[in-house]
């Protein structure tokens, strides 16, 4: 216990991590079960709407700051990017041991503050409500957030200096797995946009406890420069969640067609410039506040700018497919699906860009359907994908393949019976964070509700097969899938110091012609 | 790595002298009614404090490209949130909508 407490291993502290994150997934889980068990009446009798706006308040803060977040940086990340590159640790194994305490840290505020009594503004916190009116616990909710926002930053910040110094002779910038340049990408997000979540949480802080003026205009202030603030990092977050995800996307994509990823550059820069883009366009949260009509249409105009590389992406993992070898294991079938709902998202994503559909359609469930695409069928997808994929590198078990491919076809079934109908209700007007709702909603709210359930089953299913592989499942060999990234040189799981001899790298990430003989047969 | 090379404590102690003379003159000015100057005024003596203590206490003057490179990333970035967030404040009744 204490060896794990104080471990100093970045593949340790990945696991920690992952009990971590996959605890507060089960917790945010088990509010959205509450609220899509509230919605299956129109009458909205199960819990009381004040319990509501707490329910979905916790659910989003759970999930936003302690699951999706952290969920593959502070794992998969954290387990692999040394070894993608080469190294014996990250750059700061201390830092890293910190950061995991931190989040527990503002996990644990969180979790207080839920026990206490809950909070009720939503998980975007939006002023004058938070800081004047809400009578819950929104100080010591946003300390949770404030002092796990430091994990954040410490986790980029680590990572940033492992990829800039720790990289292997002959690892090249242009040599590197595209999963650590979605992680480079990542980081920079979490260093520049993380200190300004904490910045606008010391003001809520400051107007609710000492009433300085800032957002109240009661006391001389703007609600809508809080807006301002929380998205300016808020709207990036999001990236921070599916960049990761687009990493994991790439590596799976190449190693089960047995090619290299087509216009891998492209694909490498695209992670960077939706990180940059990702910093300008946050205003288009804001398009039926007061803010100017001037900035709204800037703001509309620099959105469409990231539909560019995310479609770069997804045009260059497709090409990537054509002609490939292509084998359907699990992580494949993750990465399927996370291309067709990432690309959902992703195109919803433009209409709610533009001024006058998001007129319609803002505060509706078409906003809740379009983000889910993108956060659950995006990242978790790829979380999914990532955690079957490396695996038996983790634990040196092997998944069973029928159980864990079953579950991909659940998950992905379950999703879209739960938020495509989402899309329909918002665009008839169903507004979000309403527990009433008229009679007509009923059946898209009641398949909704289904979907959540086989999603539940889905989701429940890896948790128990997972656990099961590791005192049952087949021994794994050093590189089950035939894959060519550093981590699979070393054996299953790898040694404390990762390499018994120091790799070097004399070829391009994806060069298959190096693994011929290494194939093993799959799925 | 870059060797440190660490300035003499001449120089920290002339810095710092600097910059109590300019917090004085900060003081000084919001006294004096320069209309809409006095904004000005006040930033550009925080900029030149801000550079002081970036260049010397930070050993920004010695440090690699690389170094320079994240600090000018930190400081354009801010002028990101500045920038759009004033493309709002300032423009609030250039483009009218009917109902609001």
Redesign the interface.
């Known amino acids: 216990m204490k060896s794990w407490l104080l471990t100093k291993d970045h593949k340790r502290i990945a696991v920690l991590y992952l009990a971590t994150v996959t605890l507060f997934f089960f917790l945010g889980g088990a509010f959205a079960t509450l609220i899509r068990v509230e919605l299956l009446t129109p009458q909205g009798g199960l819990v009381s709407s004040e319990t509501y706006n707490k329910l979905f308040t916790m659910h989003g803060v759970t999930m936003v700051f302690f699951f999706l977040i952290p969920s593959i940086p502070a794992t998969l990340g954290n387990f692999f990017l040394p070894l993608m590159i080469g190294a014996r640790d990250l750059a700061f194994p201390r830092i890293n041991l910190l950061s995991w305490y931190l989040l527990v840290i503002g996990g644990l505020l969180a979790l207080f503050a839920m026990l206490a009594g809950g909070v009720d503004t939503g998980w975007t916190f939006y002023t004058p409500y938070s800081t004047t009116y809400s009578n819950s616990w929104v100080i010591a909710t946003a300390l949770g957030i404030f002092v796990a926002g430091f994990s954040s930053i410490l986790t980029g910040l680590n990572f940033i200096v492992t990829v ?1 110094r720790m990289r292997a002779p002959g690892m090249t910038w242009f040599r590197m797995p595209l999963f650590v340049w979605s992680m480079y990408a990542t980081s920079l997000i979490q260093v ?1 946009g993380t200190p ?1 979540l904490a910045v606008t949480l010391v003001l809520v802080f400051c107007e609710r406890v000492f009433h300085i003026g800032i957002f109240d205009p009661a006391l001389g202030g ?1 609600p ?2 809080f807006q ?2 929380f998205w ?1 990092y808020s709207h990036p977050a999001v990236y921070i969640m599916v960049l990761p995800g687009m990493g994991v996307i790439s590596e799976v994509i190449s190693v089960f067609s047995r090619k290299s990823v087509f216009g891998y550059a492209f694909v490498a820069f695209s992670s960077v410039a939706i990180a940059v883009l990702g ?2 366009v ?2 288009h949260h ?1 398009f039926v506040s ?6 709204g ?3 509309s105009f620099l959105s469409y700018f990231v539909a560019i590389p995310s479609a770069i992406k997804v045009f260059n993992w497709t090409a990537t497919l054509y002609k490939g070898s292509i084998s359907f294991a699990t992580p494949m079938l993750y990465a399927f699906g996370f291309i067709g709902l990432f690309t959902i998202g992703g195109l919803t994503g433009l209409f709610v860009a533009s001024l006058g559909i998001d007129v319609h359609v803002t505060d509706t469930y078409f906003v809740i359907a379009h983000f889910h695409y993108i956060m659950v069928g995006g990242t978790i997808m790829a979380y999914m994908a990532g955690m079957h994929y490396w695996w038996p590198k983790m634990t040196g078990r092997m998944y069973p393949e029928g159980w864990a491919k079953l579950s991909a076809l659940v998950i992905f079934l379950g999703f879209n019976l739960t938020f495509f109908p989402q899309f329909i209700l918002g665009y008839l007007g169903m507004p979000r964070r309403y527990h009433v709702y008229p009679d007509e909603f009923q059946v898209l709210h009641v398949l909704s509700t289904a979907g959540a359930s086989v999603l539940a089953v889905g989701y429940l299913m890896p948790m128990i097969y997972f656990i099961w592989s590791l005192r049952y499942g087949a021994l794994a060999p050093a590189n089950p899938w035939g894959a060519t990234g550093l981590e699979w040189k070393t054996a299953s799981p790898p040694p404390v110091h990762n390499f018994d001899e120091a790799p070097v790298v004399t070829h391009e990430a994806y060069d298959y012609s190096t693994v011929m003989g290494e194939v093993i047969e799959v799925g | 790595m870059a060797t440190e090379r660490v300035d003499s404590v001449k120089t920290y102690a002339a810095v710092w002298i600097v910059l109590l003379i300019l917090t004085a003159l900060t003081t000084a000015v919001a006294y004096v009614d320069l209309g809409a100057f006095s904004v000005v005024a006040a930033l550009v003596i925080a900029v030149v404090k801000m550079l002081l203590v970036a260049l010397f206490f930070m050993h920004l003057r010695h440090s690699t490209h690389l170094t320079r490179l994240v600090v000018t990333g930190g400081l354009v970035w801010l002028m990101i949130l500045l920038l759009l967030s004033f493309a709002d404040f300032m423009t609030r009744g250039w483009v009218g909508v009917p109902g609001r």
């Open positions: 800039h520049l300004v703007d809508v420069l301002h603030l300016f910093f300008l946050w205003g804001l007061t803010q100017s009509v001037y900035a249409m800037v703001f």
